[in-house]
């Protein structure tokens, strides 16, 4: 069964490749530094920002879902995991 169909899946790649110019203000000296060492800043700021969101994005759903967690670990913890009689390791 597929889950998207593929103009679905294409526009969601285009959107997570496509990229845009945009003002940075970086400090000099670093920036200077990076381009001597041939640095390709725009990929190095481009990865480290998604990185960065993707943190938060996994921080923010952390502390939405912590109630629903708690309590599924508190019912593991009182009532064993599911078909638990039937592991064999």
């Known amino acids: 069964m597929r ?3 593929d103009h679905v ?3 969601m790649i285009r959107t997570m490749l496509t990229k845009r110019p945009i ?3 970086l400090s000099t000296g670093t920036l200077e530094a990076a381009k001597r060492l041939g640095i ?3 990929q190095v700021c481009d990865e ?3 990185a960065v969101v993707r943190q938060e994005q996994e921080r923010r ?3 939405e879902h912590a109630g629903f967690v708690a309590a599924y670990n508190a019912t ?3 009532e064993d995991l ?3 009689q039937w592991r064999t390791f």
Do not use: D, G, K, Y
Request: zero cysteines; hydrophobic letters at 50%.
């Open 3 to 5: 889950i998207f169909n």
């Open 9 to 11: 899946f294409i526009h």
């Open 23 to 25: 003002n940075l203000t």
């Open 40 to 42: 390709n800043i725009s």
């Open 48 to 50: 480290h920002l998604r």
């Open 61 to 63: 759903w952390r502390q």
């Open 76 to 78: 593991l913890e009182a």
């Open 82 to 84: 599911p078909l638990a």
